[in-house]
């Protein structure tokens, strides 16, 4: 007998800002990503807080990021967890965990369905109370490291609904009885997938295409003067961090004093 669900987007959607962005900064302490890495990505995070982000430079992220864990074991960031979990808990809107748990009162059963990988989405859902989670999942070799390759589909753009449809199909969910919620014009597959679809601070492409649509929409984020200043502050001290850099390398060697003595 098919059942009614909820699906909920990551990123900008159930939490403020990027669950990559907070996994990154966790393994750039335990040595994993360098610290001009994370300044590349934290740029690209203001960015995406701004104004969204493209599919191109998904795959960018993406690609540097598959080459970073390659060869690494899987232990290392099952161990990171709890770190990154307890940076992703704060950044958790409470509007959002308000429409969980009204689609659990009414019966529904409500999943988490992220491009993220799904080491951090399956346990982040337990946490939320919530019935499930849909990652993306990376091949791990015999010695229990990481390939680098996913083992299954990015659950990104339309890999968000061939994960959901396989899904849906394993657990009896009715898709067109079911909501989905996302802020992104990439998520539009994931939207149109379902009988009812929720735009959540949406950017402006996907806005435009709600209206036209008349899909709901929650509108609670103000990305005002303060997120624009914290936009200043972070390219101040990566500028700030690249010139100590080159300054450096430039300063004259030390001088070399003789060991003899007078």
Same mark, same amino acid.
Do not use: C
């Given at each position: ?30 040595? %994993? ?26 795959? *960018? @992220? ?9 060869? %690494?074991?899987?232990? @290392?960031? *099952?161990?990171?967890?709890? *770190? ?123 806005? *435009? ?14 990305? &005002? ?14 500028? &700030? ?20 003595? @007078?």
């Amino acid at each position: 007998m098919s059942r009614a669900a909820a699906f909920f987007d990551l990123d900008k959607t159930l939490m403020a800002g990027s669950s990559g962005m907070q996994f990154a900064r966790v393994a750039t302490r335990h040595g %994993i990503v360098s610290r001009r890495q994370l300044g590349s990505w934290g740029v690209e995070h203001l960015r995406y807080r701004l104004r969204g982000t493209t599919d191109e430079r998904t795959t *960018e @992220v993406l690609k540097v990021a598959r080459e970073l864990i390659a060869g %690494i074991p899987a232990r @290392v960031f *099952e161990r990171m967890n709890p *770190e990154v979990m307890a940076a992703i808990l704060p950044r958790v809107y409470p509007q959002m965990l308000d429409e969980v748990y009204s689609h659990q009162d009414a019966g529904r059963a409500t999943f988490i369905v992220s491009a993220a990988g799904n080491g951090v989405v399956e346990p982040l859902a337990a946490v939320l109370g919530m019935d499930g989670g849909i990652g993306t999942r990376y091949e791990v070799d015999a010695e229990g490291a990481f390939t680098g390759r996913f083992d299954g589909p990015f659950v990104y753009g339309p890999g968000k609904v061939e994960a959901m449809e396989a899904f849906a199909a394993e657990h009896g969910i009715d898709l067109q009885a079911s909501y989905a919620y996302s802020d992104s014009l990439s998520d539009l597959p994931m939207l149109e997938a379902v009988g009812h679809p929720v735009v959540v601070n949406p950017d402006p492409p996907l806005a *435009e295409i709600a209206k036209r649509e008349g899909w709901q929409t929650m509108r609670f984020e103000q990305l &005002g003067r303060r997120l624009v200043a914290v936009a200043v502050t972070l390219l101040a001290t990566v500028a &700030g961090f690249g010139a100590s850099r080159i300054a450096s390398r430039r300063k004259a060697p030390p001088r070399r004093f003789s060991s003899r003595r @007078v």
